[in-house]
Nanobody, 128 residues
Framework: VQLQASGGGLVQPGGSLRLSCAAS????????IGWFRQAPGKEREGVSC????????YYADSVKGRFTISRDNAKNTVYLQMNSLKPEDTAVYYC??????????????????????WGQGTLVTVSS
């Protein structure tokens, strides 16, 4: 199981970025994928998660209306479209996966140990 996150970078407040999480070595069809972030000095938090099988999604309150998670089954990839970015969105963003043994909202809010396979992070910096 391998996950490759990409798409981070430096963006001005109000700007947009799209993160990608490409899976290899397995098919995402029956898994849940989550995006998590960790800012300096803060705990890791669940940003958005999706169940691949039925498309059920979860968003943290802090990103609702600004971020959109989506999946491309053919490419075995999950995306996180981030719009109206704020300085407080600055963090290292990680994607993770596991079998959806629980409700997607529960898995996303709790992170580990509900998500056991993690990719490397990609840094998002929102600054003028």
């Amino acid at each position: 199981v391998q996950l490759q996150a990409s798409g981070g970078g430096l963006v001005q407040p109000g700007g947009s970025l799209r993160l990608s999480c490409a899976a290899s070595g397995f098919t995402l069809d029956y898994y849940a994928i989550g995006w998590f972030r960790q800012a300096p000095g803060k705990e890791r938090e669940g940003v958005s998660c999706i169940a691949f099988s039925d498309g059920t999604t979860y968003y943290a309150d802090s990103v609702k209306g600004r971020f959109t998670i989506s999946r491309d089954n053919a490419k075995n990839t999950v995306y996180l479209q981030m719009n109206s970015l704020k300085p407080e969105d600055t963090a290292v963003y990680y994607c993770a996966t596991d079998i959806p043994r629980f409700a997607i909202a529960t898995m996303c809010r709790e992170g580990r140990p509900y998500f056991r396979s993690w990719g490397q992070g990609t840094l998002v910096t929102v600054s003028s």
